[in-house]
């Protein structure tokens, strides 16, 4: 049975394995051009230090900072975490492990993290052009601007990707 809940230290490795994996499995696209060894490189220079800033994330949680994890037992299946602005709500990391997506991992953690989210603020996500997680974020209600963001350089292949900006207006 999959549960939803914030997480703690001990989490912060399954949550840095669930977001790795993601990458591997949805960036290394020819339509992105995202590489293998970007990957690599990426992960070879801050994987420790980004475990780090989970731990410490769930040992002194902020209230303007929502971390969630779906877990199966104490394997760690899917991550999101939102940080709530004096006019918005950014999306900034949303995840499920690539070889649980389409059981309604995701759609739980969503549901769950409305449950903790001002209704008085738009939401917005930068998901990744040519993914699949565009579509997702529309079957949540997001609707895309238009507006598009490229992140940074690639260390290996020098390709960036490309983000779209999307938008959800909860009802009060």
Known sequence: MVTISKPTPEDAEGMNEVIKLSWYATYITPE????????????????????????????NPKDDDLTLVAKEGNKVLGVIRLVIFDDHIRVRTFYVNPTHTGKGIGTSLWNEALKHLPKNKPIVAWPAEHTKSVEFYKKLGFIATGEKEAGEAMANSGNKMTGIKMMLTLQK
Request: glycine share 4%.
């Open 32 to 59: 992105i051009g995202i590489t293998k060894e970007d990957i690599d490189r990426m992960y070879a220079q801050s994987e420790l230090q980004q475990i780090e800033v989970f731990r410490k994330r769930a040992q």
